[in-house]
């Protein structure tokens, strides 16, 4: 199966085509333009701003792709697009893209859920097969997820509040780091002193997996008020909220990982994906943690933990070829979701845009 595969729910316009060969993914290409320069004065992404991005670009990359995949749409077996969760213009413009592209060349439209991406991408290029244990940490989730195979989502736990890439978002905001906030903080962090502010670890304390962020956001503001901004203080500022975060997840995986029962003879995977998941710090406790109990880490590389077209490709290949995609048109019927739960009995509850 050869599938174009687009991504246009934040503020990555990206295209890939992927071949999937007897449950192999193969890359064939992976275009990624980031809008950073577009948002950067308004340090964070501004929706309208996103959206017409999208339109200018998205015809663009999708052509460079396909050009560097040495393919026609003819070549195609499916486009996939992602159709939600995310600001729905640009959403709107990669399912539009999409669903012209497929109906044009008669091929099947995949509407691809991003967060299935996101759950799927350490498949693209390491051993990972179902069932695994996922910890999906990005721009807008923060959750525990159990993941028994294709479509197939439990969620264990999730943050009630800020996500962990919105709380370093935030957190570089305060501190006028620019935007976006996790390399950042990262880059700082990494010649800081993580015990020179005492941060609160939210709910650390409390039994089960759900996860706080605001508040250790809120303590970073005040202890910035207070501290005077030198150089030091601000690598030692974000060493410190970087170590808190670490340590709530670390603690929460460990707690995950014990209740997880991946079935008789089966290896303990344990997953890490989406934007947070390319924070080095955070992946070396995640490694350590899993360890201890026997199971393997496995994140994607740091091109697929944020947006990419790749994971996209791939969720879609995988559905079409679990006949999970009806008739010759595919998905053409489905609407662009604002918010679409990986969990199904939430997501029926979601508001669709025709
Ligand atoms: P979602 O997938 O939930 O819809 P999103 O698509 O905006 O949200 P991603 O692209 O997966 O999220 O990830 C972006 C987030 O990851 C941003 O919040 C960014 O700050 C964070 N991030 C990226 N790199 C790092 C890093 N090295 N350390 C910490 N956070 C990081
Ligand atoms: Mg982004
Ligand atoms: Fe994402």
Redo the contacts with the bound molecule.
């Keep these: 199966l050869t599938i174009l595969g687009i991504e246009t729910?934040?503020?990555?316009t990206a295209a890939a085509v992927l071949r999937l060969q007897d449950g192999c993914a193969e890359l064939i290409s992976d275009v990624i333009r980031t809008q950073l320069e577009e948002h950067a004065p308004y340090l964070g992404v501004v929706p309208e701003i996103a959206a017409r991005a999208h339109a200018e670009l998205a015809d663009l990359t999708v052509k460079a792709a396909m050009h560097e995949a040495g393919l026609s749409y003819a070549d195609l077996d499916g486009v996939a697009a992602t159709s939600g969760?995310?600001l729905i213009g640009g959403v709107l413009v990669g399912m539009m893209t999409g669903k012209a592209i497929a109906q044009a060349a008669g091929k099947p439209f995949i509407a691809v859920n991003?967060?299935e991406g996101?759950a799927l991408s350490p498949r693209l290029g390491n051993d990972c097969p179902f069932p695994y244990l996922l910890l999906l940490v990005?721009?807008?989730?923060c959750q525990f997820l159990e993941v028994r195979g294709l479509g197939e989502y439990r969620r264990l736990g999730s943050t009630i509040d800020d996500?962990?890439?919105?709380a370093?978002?935030k957190t570089a905001k305060t501190l006028g780091l620019g935007f976006?906030?996790?390399?950042a903080?990262?880059r700082l962090a990494e010649g800081g002193n993580a015990e020179a502010f005492d941060l609160p670890r939210p709910l650390l304390n409390r039994p089960g997996l759900d996860m706080s962020f605001a508040g250790l956001k809120t303590a970073v503001a005040r202890a910035a008020e207070d501290a005077p901004q030198t150089e030091d203080r601000l690598r030692d500022l974000c060493a410190s909220f970087q170590k808190a975060v670490t340590d709530v997840l670390a603690v929460k995986a460990g707690r995950a990982l014990e209740a997880f029962e991946p079935g008789e003879g089966q290896e303990k995977r344990f997953v890490v994906a989406?934007?947070?998941a390319?924070?080095?710090a955070?992946r070396a406790a995640l490694e350590h943690v899993a360890a201890e109990v026997g199971a393997r880490l496995i994140a994607p590389p740091l091109r697929h933990?944020?947006?990419n077209a790749a994971m996209i490709a791939l969720a879609g290949a995988e559905r079409l070829a679990a006949g999970l995609v009806s008739g010759e048109a595919g998905d053409l019927g489905t609407g662009a979701r604002p918010r679409w739960p990986l969990d199904e009995a939430a997501a029926k509850a979601s508001p669709v845009y025709e």
Excluded: M, Q, R, Y
């Design positions: 729910s934040c503020d990555e969760p995310g991003h967060l996101h990005s721009g807008g989730h996500a962990v890439g919105e370093f978002d976006p906030g996790g390399p903080v990262e989406g934007g947070v390319a924070n080095k955070i933990c944020t947006d």
